[in-house]
């Protein structure tokens, strides 16, 4: 199993842009998919998007044209550009591996004027 430690949160205005990063405790190259959840409190966790070891990748239909996810194998990191952000982009940001996941802190995004 591979545990993640997410960064990059913070306060930005709407329509501003932020970078999240997770960083692996192990080798990421064998691990098939990847992905970034958001949770709300009280709410469920959302999928937000995912990428496979071949570089595909997947988004919620609340963040396509705006967020894009990408790994990079040698680093055992994965980053989630958000552009455009909204105020309901606000959430704590987790990464995992699917499959065998385990949850991290997480990283506070809170998107506000």
């Known amino acids: 199993q591979v545990q993640f430690v997410e960064s990059g949160g913070g306060l930005v205005q709407p329509g501003g842009s932020l970078r999240l990063s997770c960083a692996a405790s192990?080798?990421?190259?064998?691990?098939?998919?990847i992905a970034w959840y958001r949770q709300v409190s009280g709410n469920e966790r959302e999928l937000v998007a995912l990428?496979?070891?071949?570089?595909?990748?997947n988004y919620a239909d609340s963040v396509k044209g705006r967020f894009t996810i990408s790994r990079d194998n040698a680093k055992n990191t994965v980053s989630l550009q958000m552009n455009s952000l909204k105020p309901e982009d606000t959430a704590i940001y987790y990464c995992?591996?699917?499959?065998?996941?385990?949850w991290g802190q997480g990283t506070q995004v809170t998107v506000s004027s």
């Open positions: 995992c591996a699917i499959g065998s996941c385990i």
């Open positions: 192990r080798s990421i190259s064998s691990i098939y998919t």
């Open positions: 990428v496979t070891s071949a570089g595909a990748t």
